[in-house]
């Protein structure tokens, strides 16, 4: 199934910053308020009184309570969290960086502590260089790896995400891309859907997977065979990887990650917080 994502409210987002600003302006007696609604995206003005706000036309109350670490959207006349429990409960969290990540049952699966998610995907994606390259995008996410191969002139990106929850937060995200174009985002299981997938079909490979625990199959030497079938000769891989598990069993998962594309027939390096991996000659 092949998604287009559409922006599902041209309403404002909330997040506790910009309600503090709000009350701030409030409790002042300021008549107009320049903040962002957009996850720092753009910048807005509000008017302001004693029982409400209102942007573009549109009358809006003051919350009650807003939570630290939670988006608020318009949802049918009230402001709602941007989160959904299906099998796992999927949120999307603001950071100090404007750019949101998102977490699936408290799990962040994006960094965000010491750098904006959207910068860390810009640095990776540079390194497979995608200007006029096909790339594969295993695991789509809030789709910033897309953004940034949109952004770098890439001739086409092929995106798969299994979890339909992730792809609504992506309708709210004002930072993550709508599919069209460039951009073919399908949701599915990528450890599937890949056997459809032609040999040697990809210039480069976008791979963040959810960590070990979550998704075993995303690191088994049969998906890196796999993943080795379908990248050119010539072509680049990057896979994030981070350090799960180190401090607290020794176990060095980049490494195991290595050893299994060396397998598979990439060369590989570690990187960063991933590997690194080519595939030898034309």
């Known amino acids: ?86 099998s796992s409960l999927i949120k999307l969290v603001p950071t100090e960086w404007g750019t949101p990540t998102f977490e699936i049952d408290g799990i962040k699966m994006l960094v965000s502590e010491k750098l904006s998610p959207y910068q860390d995907a810009q640095a990776k994606v540079a390194l497979i260089e995608p200007r006029g390259k096909v790339v594969l995008d295993t695991c789509g996410g809030l789709g910033y790896f897309a953004a940034w191969c949109l952004e770098g002139g890439a001739a086409r990106i092929v995106s798969f995400e299994k979890n339909p929850d992730v792809i609504w937060l992506r309708g709210l995200n004002p930072w993550s891309p709508q599919a069209g174009g460039a951009l073919s985002l399908t949701q599915g299981d990528v450890s599937e859907k890949i056997a459809e997938l032609p040999d040697a079909s990809f210039d480069a490979i976008l791979h963040d997977p959810p960590r070990f625990g979550i998704a075993g199959e995303l690191y088994s030497q049969a998906f890196y065979d796999q ?17 799960p598990n ?21 060369k590989t390096r570690l990187h960063g917080d991933g590997v690194l991996a080519s595939k030898g000659g034309r």
């Open 1 to 86: 199934m092949t998604e287009s994502i559409e922006r599902r409210t041209p309403g404002p987002l909330l997040t506790s910053k910009v309600h503090d600003q709000l009350q701030k302006a409030r409790r002042a007696g300021v008549a107009e308020l320049t903040c962002s609604l957009d996850l720092d995206r753009t910048t807005s003005t509000v008017t302001l009184d004693e029982s409400g706000w209102s942007w573009q036309g549109q009358r809006y109350p003051y919350l009650e309570k807003c939570k630290e670490r939670t988006v608020y959207y318009w949802r049918d006349g009230e402001f709602a969290p941007v989160s959904r429990y299906s």
């Open 227 to 243: 993943l080795a079938r379908v990248l050119k000769r010539g072509g680049r891989m990057f896979h994030y990887t981070g350090a």
């Open 246 to 266: 180190k401090l607290t069993t020794g176990r060095d998962v980049p490494t195991e990650v290595a050893a299994r594309l060396k397998r598979s027939g990439l």
